[in-house]
């Protein structure tokens, strides 16, 4: 009952945060620059993809025609269901390296906007930083986003043969475990404005790790419908900040 209840929690802070955001214009100038980014990775990512990247997998396939008329009964189907499989997997894989590559450069700017959203709705204010501490604070936010962006890119890697696998159930499982960790990386910002290591972020989690598990996979499910993630990287950035300050944070 109480997993459900935390789930549920973190469906809801997503939601909180689409909300916030969308009512308050002043926070919308951060997303301009990360905006353009998208669109400009966007549009590169999938001319690459249908350019180069998938007639590559197709040419992998058996041709029909090297096999004799009996057997090709057999092939002409497989080949269609795998060129199926590996269409929805391309598609999937570019997705997220976009989705990886746009949040990790976009991570400066939706620092500030979930800084200002700490200031106004949560009453925190982060001590002072000189100037070379802001220039190492802005290239440590881009580093952290990106390894944590890489491992949600590696866990999708490596769990998306489940979808066609194990049907439905795989799908559900895969968007569960890359979904948690996709979570993660939204809450890294909160998390850093208080300088917190990585053994004092471990301990935020303690108890709220199923909250982050609804947060994630709501914002990860949604990542399905195509291009969403560019309106919705920065939401979810709004909906992590709300999770952290109401759940995790313990001051």
Same mark, same amino acid.
């Given at each position: 009952?109480?997993?459900?209840?935390?789930?549920?929690?973190?469906? *809801?802070?997503?939601?909180?945060?689409?909300?916030?955001?969308?009512?308050?214009?002043?926070?919308?100038?951060?997303?301009?620059?990360?905006?353009?980014? *998208?669109?400009? !990775?966007?549009?590169?990512?999938?001319?690459?993809?249908?350019?180069?990247?998938?007639?590559?997998?197709?040419?992998? !396939?058996?041709?029909?025609?090297?096999?004799?008329?009996?057997? $090709?009964?057999?092939?002409?189907?497989? $080949?269609?269901?795998?060129?199926? *499989?590996?269409?929805?997997?391309? %598609?999937?894989?570019?997705?997220?390296?976009?989705?990886?590559?746009?949040?990790?450069? /976009?991570?400066?700017? &939706?620092?500030?906007?979930?800084?200002?959203?700490?200031?106004?709705?949560? #009453?925190?204010? +982060?001590?002072?930083?000189?100037?070379?501490?802001?220039?190492?604070?802005?290239?440590?936010?881009?580093?952290?986003?990106?390894?944590?962006?890489? =491992?949600?890119?590696?866990? #999708?890697?490596?769990?998306?043969?489940?979808?066609?696998?194990?049907?439905?159930?795989?799908? @559900? @499982?895969?968007?569960?475990?890359?979904?948690?960790? &996709?979570?993660?990386?939204?809450?890294?910002? *909160? #998390?850093?404005?208080?300088?917190?290591?990585?053994?004092?972020? =471990?301990?935020?989690?303690?108890?709220?790790?199923?909250?982050?598990?609804?947060?994630? /996979? /709501?914002?990860?499910?949604?990542?399905? @419908? +195509?291009?969403?993630? %560019?309106?919705?990287?920065?939401? /979810?950035? #709004?909906?992590?900040?709300?999770?952290?300050? =109401?759940?995790?944070?313990?001051?």
């Amino acid at each position: 009952m109480k997993k459900s209840k935390d789930f549920s929690i973190g469906v *809801s802070a997503l939601f909180k945060g689409f909300k916030l955001f969308l009512t308050k214009p002043r926070y919308w100038h951060y997303v301009l620059w990360p905006l353009l980014f *998208s669109v400009i !990775l966007y549009v590169l990512g999938f001319w690459l993809y249908f350019a180069y990247l998938h007639p590559l997998l197709i040419s992998l !396939l058996p041709e029909p025609s090297e096999y004799s008329q009996w057997w $090709r009964w057999a092939v002409y189907p497989l $080949r269609w269901l795998v060129n199926i *499989s590996v269409f929805l997997f391309g %598609i999937m894989i570019t997705l997220l390296t976009v989705t990886t590559l746009y949040s990790t450069l /976009a991570a400066p700017f &939706f620092d500030r906007m979930t800084l200002n959203i700490e200031k106004d709705c949560f #009453a925190f204010v +982060p001590p002072e930083l000189s100037g070379k501490q802001a220039v190492y604070y802005f290239g440590s936010s881009i580093v952290n986003a990106f390894i944590l962006n890489l =491992k949600t890119l590696f866990w #999708a890697i490596l769990l998306f043969p489940l979808s066609f696998l194990i049907p439905y159930v795989g799908t @559900i @499982i895969y968007s569960l475990v890359v979904g948690y960790f &996709f979570g993660l990386s939204l809450l890294l910002y *909160s #998390a850093e404005h208080r300088a917190m290591n990585r053994t004092e972020f =471990k301990q935020s989690l303690s108890g709220n790790r199923m909250k982050v598990l609804g947060f994630g /996979a /709501a914002a990860y499910f949604l990542l399905y @419908i +195509p291009l969403l993630a %560019i309106p919705l990287l920065p939401i /979810a950035a #709004a909906g992590g900040t709300v999770l952290f300050n =109401k759940e995790l944070d313990k001051h």
